[in-house]
């Protein structure tokens, strides 16, 4: 079965610093990944989507994130962190054998120390 | 500016009383979904529907009950009989399944007293 998992339920990170968020998945089948970001009492929207094409991804506001089949990882990284990145992130997987379906993980908050 | 919008933000009830929540889209979208988040959990589908007039269950439907009688609108109804009601709902959209991305809705608190 599916599952994704999202390393540290809480990363802390300074302004101006690298933000790293974990993200391991399992599937049997190629898959298709995606990071999320949820702001405060807000719904999610789309930061990227891994899709079977460059296993470098570019996504909004900074952030990319890196397909590594051998390592089942697709961390989540922006070089320079701004106060305004504080968030709640998530990995998603989905594939043919969930039948296209989104399997989520638990989510990461990130907070950034001024 | 097109969007899905769920309403109310907020929302209280008594525990044994249904609640329906809103969720439209002016997105034009076919499918249609509706999660339940609690803190420290991931998103967990409840239903979803990718066409007018159907609908299927995802992961935790029990106590829980949709329709899907106009593209825009896909309400739904949480029942007394759903254990744990309190959460925070979402309702998201897409065009397609499968590599197409989910528009979501700002979400409705829902708290069962």
């Known amino acids: 079965a599916q599952s994704v998992t999202q390393l540290g339920s809480h990363v802390s990170v300074s302004e101006g610093a690298l933000v790293l968020l974990r993200c391991n998945y399992s599937s049997s089948v190629p898959p298709y990944l995606f990071w999320y970001v949820q702001y405060p009492n807000q719904g999610l929207q789309l930061l990227l989507k891994y899709t079977s094409a460059a296993t470098l991804v570019k996504g909004i506001n900074g952030f990319e994130a890196e397909f590594k089949k051998s390592e089942t990882s697709f961390h989540l990284t922006k070089p320079s962190a701004h106060m305004s990145d504080a968030a709640e992130y998530f990995c998603a997987v989905s594939d043919e054998d969930s039948n296209y379906q989104l399997i989520w993980g638990a989510g990461t908050k990130l907070i950034i120390k001024p | 500016d097109g969007g899905i919008t769920q309403s109310p933000k907020y929302l209280f009830r008594k525990e044994g009383q249904n609640v329906t929540l809103s969720c439209e889209q002016n997105?034009?979208?076919?499918?249609m979904y509706w999660y339940r988040q609690d803190p420290g959990q991931g998103l967990r589908l409840i239903y979803y529907s990718q066409i007018v007039n159907d609908f299927q269950k995802g992961d935790i439907a029990e106590g829980y009950s949709v329709s899907r009688e106009k593209k825009e609108s896909f309400p739904l109804t949480v029942t007394s009989a759903q254990k744990n009601p309190t959460a925070f709902y979402l309702c998201?959209?897409?065009?397609?399944?499968?590599?197409?991305?989910?528009?979501f809705g700002n979400g409705t608190r829902l708290t069962v007293t």
């Open positions: 997105l034009n979208h076919d499918a």
């Open positions: 998201a959209s897409s065009n397609g399944q499968g590599l197409t991305p989910l528009h």
